[in-house]
Each structure stands twice: as C-alpha cells, then as structure tokens.
C-alpha cells in the first residue's frame, strides 16, 4: 500500500499570505497526485489533478507542482474562503489519501 | 447538473448490515468508474472500493474485503453498497463519487453529499 504524509497537520495565516502545504509519498508515483478542498461539513473539492493541473473553475491562486516522491500546494495570496482542510490523493495504484492540512485564516 | 444523493445509512448494531445507494443524474452514469470514500467523524478520507463501468472489476480497501460488496444498476442511475459485519471502526460517513479521468490521470470529481453510518450497540 502506498502511504501519503501530509504536512504540516494545520496552519494559520494571514490574508494576502502564500501557503504552501507537502505531501510525500512512500514510493515513486509519477505525477499520480491530486489535491482536494474540504470545508467543516462539505464534500471535498477536488483541486488540482496530475500533480499539477487546475481543476476547471479553480482559481489561479491554487497551484501544485512535484512528482515521483514529494508534492506541493501552494495557494499564492490566501483569501478568506479557502480555510479549511486539504487532502493529497495519490491515484498510482487503487487511491489512498494525506491525513490532511487544516488552514485557518488568522 | 451533476447530483449523486446517497440514501441508506443509520444507526446499526456491531455485526450488523446495511445497504446504502447511490443516485446519480445529470452525467452518463454508464460511462464512468465510481467509487465509495468515507470519512469517520472528525477524521480524514479513506477510499472504500469501486467499480468499473460494466460492473466487470471491482476494488476494496484491504480492511472491508470480504465484508463490503460495491455494485451497481446502469440502468436505474444507481450505485450500491453492501456492508456487512459491521464493526465501530466502519463508522463514517459514506460519500459516493465519480472517478474522471483526463487520458491517464484519474481523479474524484463529483461527490454527493453522503450518508451516515454509525455502529453501536
């Protein structure tokens, strides 16, 4: 089974910051890595596909990027609407999910 | 419109089985894998199994296999698990979710809203 590590668990910061959140993979996985949104009492939202490809109606402030073993999202000017919690899915072999990032807006 | 309402979840003992459906509209359901992800509360997102378009391959997490049984009815829109020997540790909600793909890439795209599932006794 491939194990996906998240970090960090959660963070705070502040509007306008740049965040970046990391998933490592236990084996190479190619570019075989999405992200997703989710939101205290919501489905996730799925992000970011193939490491690095917006979802369409994503905004541009989400980014990814990585492959093989280590992954980045990046939201570049954090907003008010994007606290909550991020997951890293790999999609290598069956599916397997990070345990998380949670985000808070200070 | 994608929708995908899933129905089916409760208040079951240990040992205990439920089915819960999934109802999708507004794609072509045929087309698609599909899968079942769940979340126990306060916890983070486990893929539980899926299926391919025609039913012909099926995959489970490790810990359900044997107990969780995916299927699903093209023609009725619908997507259905079976679990059974229910243990604490199923407690979760169920989502049911599409599987996209853009050439070899796969992902979740669309997820309903899920139902669910708690065992106690």
């Known amino acids: 089974d491939i194990q996906m590590t998240q970090s960090p668990s959660s963070l705070s910061a502040s509007v306008g910051d740049r965040v970046t959140v990391t998933c490592r993979a236990s084996q190479d996985i190619s570019s075989y890595l999405n992200w997703y949104q989710q939101k205290p009492g919501k489905a996730p939202n799925l992000l970011i596909y193939?490491?690095?490809t917006l979802q369409s109606g994503v905004p541009s402030r989400f980014s990814g990027s990585g492959s093989g073993t280590d992954f980045t999202l990046t939201i570049s000017s954090l907003q008010p609407e994007d606290f909550g919690t991020y997951y890293c899915q790999q999609s290598y072999n069956t599916w397997s999910f990070g345990r998380g990032t949670k985000v808070e807006i200070k | 419109e994608v929708l995908l309402v899933e129905s089916g979840g409760g208040l079951v003992q240990p040992g205990g089985s439920l089915r819960l459906s999934c109802a999708a509209s507004g794609f072509s359901f045929s087309t698609y894998w599909m899968s079942w992800v769940r979340q126990a509360p306060g916890r983070g997102l486990e893929w539980v199994a899926n299926?391919?378009?025609?039913?012909?391959?099926?995959y489970y997490l490790d810990s359900v296999k044997g107990r969780f049984t995916i299927s699903r009815d093209n023609a009725k829109k619908s997507l259905y698990l079976q679990i059974n020997s229910l243990r604490g540790e199923d407690t979760a909600v169920y989502y049911c979710?599409?599987?996209?793909?853009?050439?070899?890439?796969?992902?979740?795209?669309?997820w309903g809203r899920g139902t669910l599932v708690t065992v106690s006794s």
């Open positions: 193939a490491s690095s």
């Open positions: 299926i391919k378009q025609d039913g012909s391959e099926k």
């Open positions: 979710v599409t599987t996209g793909h853009s050439s070899t890439w796969y992902y979740f795209d669309y």
